[in-house]
């Protein structure tokens, strides 16, 4: 039987890579700099955290190694002689941004050779022509924010008038995307929905990566909260991607989480969504279970990004990497004879870095499973490199870019 899973610790960047000054990332190291934190004891605006990051699994599977390959420092406080039993090294983007569908469809074998657009640091930060047309289209009364903004804070800053108004809050970030953030229940789910289909649609001319609806919900700034249901409209993939690949070949891919968002519903036969990274964790193990052969489940756990790296929470990030690598066992315990296993990211969030935004780095490259012997893989000069090995593994044709790992 031939099974594989993907995990993306959404954001756990092991290291800049060598670009990174031109992104204004200089010394950015999401992994490397949260152990620090813990090792030292340091404290931040969310608390003081007691005691070193405790990731024994993913120890053993490689990460602690494929870090100090990544960027020559040992990770601070984690035990690095322990045995490894993965493959493991680190892999180095080739696409021309750090954002998330560029980084998800590089590893599934389309590195994007070319920057999307982005909105300009000014406030307003939107065209003139956009928001009015977007106004027009969607019958709006105006709209908030029209700013580069931390998705959380902006909410907090103007959700109340929002409410009071009936006027959507329009943001960015240095990513491409267009955001737009309104309440569940005065504004209304679906009426969300609607006018973000209305600005996908005008962004595109922009070559803008996506427009993503942020609903939340709660009665007052102090209580405001984003929700699960959580949409991104995403421009569809350059190329045809190993998903594609393996829909035209009667495999199933199973979606666990935003990925079916990333990439536009494209090369996808199954969707499941889950609140938070536990539940997304449980929604892995429950379709992992239940895969035939030639089946690919792959899952996001976006929390890693969205609510510590983002927020830039150092704690919070580091308790979320404990709770991921104390669940690891259970999936390696299901895990039959001929099944692959893939822990990786898309991008670097250093929560120690100041902003808000991605950043540029290294990420983790970890196959393990039954079958899998012990082996450094060093450095993969592309994420297409993962793409191609499972490629490989499901018995596919020949990728367009990635050079598959040899495990023998």
Known sequence: MKRAVILVMDSLGIGASADATSYGDDGANTLGHIAEHCAQGLA?????????LKIPHLTRLGLAAAQTESSGRQLAGVDNNITINAAYGYAIE???DKDTPSGHWEMTGVPVPFKWGTFPKTVPCFPDQLISTFIEQTDLPGILGNCHASG??????????????????????????????????????????????????????LNMTRVIARPFTGDDAESFQRTNNRKDLTTPPIENTLLDFMVDANMQVVSVGKIADIFADRGITKVVKGKNNMAL???MLEELKQAQDNTLVFVNFVDFDSHFGHRRDVIGYAKALEAFDARLPELEHIMQ???LALITADHGCDP?????????????????????????????????????????????????????????
């Open 44 to 52: 931040n605006a969310k608390g003081v955290r007691q005691g070193p």
């Open 337 to 339: 004879g001929g099944d």
């Open 94 to 96: 080739k696409s021309k």
């Open 352 to 408: 120690t870095f100041p902003g808000s935004d991605h950043t540029r780095e290294h990420v983790p490259v970890l196959f393990f499973g039954p079958d899998i012997t012990t082996q450094n893989i060093g450095p993969r000069n592309s994420f297409a490199d993962m793409g191609q090995t499972l490629a490989n593994h499901f018995n596919l044709s020949q990728l367009t870019h990635g050079i598959a790992v040899d495990f023998n």
């Open 281 to 283: 964790f449980d929604a």
């Open 152 to 205: 959380t804070e902006i909410i907090r800053e103007l959700g109340e008038e929002h409410i009071k108004t009936g006027k959507p809050i329009c943001y960015t970030s240095a990513d491409s995307v267009f955001q737009i953030a309104a309440h569940e229940e005065h504004f209304g789910l679906d009426r969300l929905l609607e006018i973000s289909a209305v600005a996908k649609n005008l962004v595109d001319e």
